[in-house]
């Protein structure tokens, strides 16, 4: 069993940066590839970013490329997600998830284990 916790949310002006964390426990992190999701209120959860297990591939949301960037450390078990020049749209929370295969996925029902998210405001 894996489970995941995120940090790093809160509230930031529009224009501004954030970087979330995601800690994974358990000994088999490099062997998932790992991806955020996110949900505003009153819409569906949707894909975000991920990446691959190795980290040698990510892929991104139309929405967030050029403003969003994936990266892990097997190391420390952990992916983390630099979010820059932050507009209001992107207020949701944010979840990290992992699936037990290498390659990305952008469909949430290939995801494995969930964390409990994080909270991501952006102010105009």
């Known amino acids: 069993q894996v489970q995941l916790v995120e940090s790093g949310g809160g509230l930031v002006q529009a224009g501004g940066s954030l970087r979330l964390s995601c800690a994974a426990s358990?000994?088999?992190?490099?062997?998932?590839?790992m991806g955020w999701f996110r949900q505003a209120p009153g819409k569906e959860r949707e894909f975000v970013v991920a990446i691959s297990s190795s980290g040698g591939s990510t892929s991104y949301a139309d929405s967030v490329k050029g403003r969003f960037t994936i990266s892990r450390d097997n190391a420390k078990n952990t992916v983390y997600l630099q979010m820059n020049s932050l507009k209001p749209e992107d207020t949701a929370v944010y979840y990290c998830a992992g699936r037990r295969r290498y390659s990305v996925s952008s469909y949430y029902g290939s995801y494995d284990y969930w964390g409990l998210g994080t909270h991501v405001t952006v102010s105009s």
């Open positions: 358990g000994r088999t992190f490099s062997s998932y590839a």
